[in-house]
């Protein structure tokens, strides 16, 4: 088995920054993480956990 390839936090960062910019040029916020997901090299639900905790991140408390 191979090993997993690490990010470093400032790419993960940008990728969700590119989702959550993008995903109105896309049906739903699925396929914006698929298509990103795809040109970024990584699995699309790997995007979606660190858009979701990027979310919860951003509402207020």
Known sequence: M??????SPEARDRAVRMVLEHQKE?????EALFSLA???GCTP?????RVR?????????
């Open 26 to 30: 896309y049906g739903s916020q699925w």
């Open 45 to 49: 639900k790997t995007r979606r956990t």
């Open 2 to 7: 191979t090993r997993p390839v690490r990010y």
């Open 38 to 40: 795809a040109k970024i």
């Open 53 to 61: 905790r990027a979310e919860l991140d951003r509402r207020p408390r």
